[in-house]
């Protein structure tokens, strides 16, 4: 009876914290606020003894939840919008494979990390993707928690300044307006996500969930058969929850293990921001574009920011999500194969 009572309790624990958690980091405005709030509030419940716990059926519809949301990038004019910027895509493709090895052997020598930890810390621009992987027993995921959150909210907050030197420094951000699915289609793709994830998880893919729930949404939004993202409520439910399962992950971890891992994980991050505008550098030069126009296509920050500060540029958001939504999808289908 007491360990039941116990459970009840650790799973109250785990969700309470990760809704408080979302609803500071969006009041605070910053990045990610759902997924990222709740796992940094779990795990500071972690971090002064409680051990939160979310059940597995609602670890699952929350990570076909992030995947209904990543399918919505999958749009009638993404592939036409491919053709448009070869030359570009493919810079972009090496840089990210570049950042990718640079920054992998650095991590491995300075935390010596395993090699798929190191993989997916430093893919750029999939945070959900690699957390999902990592939580499904892919890399350890602690490590590539905290070294992805401080890669978003580093990017985030440093490439303004770094736009600055170029004299191009926005006075506002453009907010994205994007159209939602209704509540009724939207748990409609939930519920073929979840059949879907049931049915890869027994195939052992790895995040079968979060794959399945891509699987439905890309297709439904590439042939334009349905429009927007998944209901606001259901998306934030959905990410709430992934951030509860990814900061519980955290039970135990000493705060001397944290300052250490945010150190590495502030170095990654200049070492993958400098070679994101090396590689932005000579692609302007050799386009004639807008050299802050590319580096905000090829930093390795979230795609919903980096195409909200292109649209306070006033740079083309075409070309911006474009090139992030390719590297995603990009490292979709290339992170699981490097797991092997």
């Not at 995040?207 to 042939?223: E, I, Q, R």
């Amino acid at each position: 009876m007491s360990g039941a009572v116990f459970r009840g309790r650790d799973v109250w624990v785990a969700l309470s914290t990760a809704i408080g958690g979302a609803v500071l980091f969006d009041w605070l405005g910053l990045p990610a606020p759902a997924l990222v709030g709740a796992t940094c509030l779990v795990t500071l419940a972690c971090a002064v003894g409680f051990k939160p716990r979310v059940p597995s059926g609602l670890r699952d519809i929350g990570f076909v939840v992030i995947g209904l949301t990543l399918g919505t990038g999958v749009t009638p004019d993404f592939f036409s919008n491919l053709s448009h910027y070869p030359v570009s895509l493919a810079a972009l493709f090496i840089a990210m494979l570049s950042i990718m090895f640079v920054c992998g052997h650095f991590l491995k020598w300075y935390l010596e990390l395993d090699r798929n930890t190191a993989i997916l810390s430093t893919s750029p621009g999939a945070l959900s993707v690699a957390l999902a992987l990592a939580d499904d027993g892919k890399g350890d995921v602690r490590n590539v928690m905290v070294l992805q959150s401080v890669r978003l909210l580093t990017i985030t907050i440093l490439l303004p300044p770094l736009l600055d030197v170029f004299g191009i420094l926005p006075d506002t951000m453009a907010q994205q307006s994007a159209g939602t699915i209704t509540m009724l289609a939207s748990v409609a793709m939930l519920l073929a996500g979840w059949c879907g994830g049931r049915v890869l998880n027994a195939l052992n893919v790895p995040a079968a969930y979060l794959f399945a729930g891509l699987l439905v949404s890309g297709p439904l939004h590439g042939f334009d058969v349905v429009q927007g993202k998944p209901s606001a409520l259901l998306t934030v439910c959905g990410f709430t929850i992934a951030g509860a399962v990814i900061g519980s992950r955290f039970a135990g971890i000493k705060i001397v293990e944290l300052r250490k891992i945010g150190a590495a994980a502030l170095m990654a991050t200049t070492l993958s921001l400098l070679i994101a505008s090396a590689f932005a550098g000579l692609t302007s030069m050799f386009l004639g574009m807008p050299v802050g126009q590319v580096l905000v296509a090829f930093a390795p920050g979230g795609v919903e920011g980096m195409s909200a500060m292109a649209l306070g540029l006033g740079y083309d958001p075409i070309f911006v999500a474009t090139h992030h939504i390719f590297r995603i999808v990009s490292l979709i289908l290339l992170l699981p194969l490097l797991m092997k």
